[in-house]
């Protein structure tokens, strides 16, 4: 089966450094430094333009958890058409209740959404918050779910091979399931041999530096250290590394 490189963008530069180190779909976002939000759409028609990647957008209202009121759940829904509309080829979402279960009303009009316009509907890491992960997977299925971005519930993909082995052996044949949190040329290889799924999404994580993030006593910096005065972008050369470590045979 054909193996599948996802990078985790966060801009237009994150894409074309994907699309040049050879990666094969992008999920596009804003603000990774709180898990991903919605991206622009005008990052997205530039990408589509200039590229021939598969760009699947986030679509993510705000920080923090997936357990939406109305008004951000038909934000979620307008911003999904409209950046559909401008050429995604897929869309990234998770609908929860506050017991941490799929929310099936808003997954289902969301998954019916994105498949009236032919493209691919897929449940992110909400999922890994899930308190069952054969219900909630279940029920993705049952929805109508193309496919699950998922650590294995637990912090890092490589931690929970366990539970992705296990749910690719009993599911694997009705929904995709892809492996992200760190994820990286050193591991990707392994973890795919292990669990027997054959798509993996990972950050290619560099940092680039901006001297104006703190000055004058005031910062606007969101790491710290030695990457204080940086913003994270996604390196070409680890992308690189990354797909030549996946796609020679396993």
Do not use: W
Request: glycine share 8%; hydrophobic share 35%; net charge negative.
């Amino acid at each position: 089966m054909t193996k599948i490189i996802e990078v985790c963008a966060g801009s237009y530069q994150d894409c074309i450094a994907a699309y040049k180190g050879g990666a094969d779909r992008v999920e596009l976002n804003s603000a990774l430094s709180v898990g991903g939000l919605t991206p622009s759409v005008s990052a997205l028609k530039k990408v589509k333009k200039e590229t021939n990647l598969k760009v699947i957008c986030m679509v993510r209202p705000r920080a923090a958890g997936f357990c939406y009121d109305a008004d951000d759940e038909m934000i979620m829904m307008e911003d999904a058409k409209l950046l559909l509309d401008n050429g995604a080829d897929g869309i990234a979402f998770g609908f929860l209740n506050k017991d941490g279960s799929v929310k099936e009303d808003k997954t289902k009009q969301m998954i019916d959404l994105i498949h009236s316009y032919h493209k691919e509907a897929v449940f992110h890491r909400a999922f890994d918050v899930c308190p069952d992960a054969c219900t909630a997977i279940e029920t993705l299925i049952r929805l109508g779910a193309d496919r699950i971005l998922t650590s294995g519930q637990k912090a890092k993909a490589f931690e929970g091979k366990e539970l992705i082995k296990d749910l690719q052996d009993k599911y694997g044949d009705k929904i995709e399931l892809l492996a992200g949190s760190g994820v990286n040329a050193s591991n990707a290889k392994e973890l795919m041999e292990y669990t027997g799924i054959h798509q993996v999404h990972s950050s290619c994580k560099s940092f680039n530096n901006d001297p104006t993030t703190s000055n004058n006593g005031v910062s606007y910096a969101y790491l710290t250290g030695e990457h204080e005065m940086d913003y994270d972008i996604v390196e070409e050369n680890l992308v690189k590394n990354l797909v030549n470590t996946v796609k020679q045979e396993l």
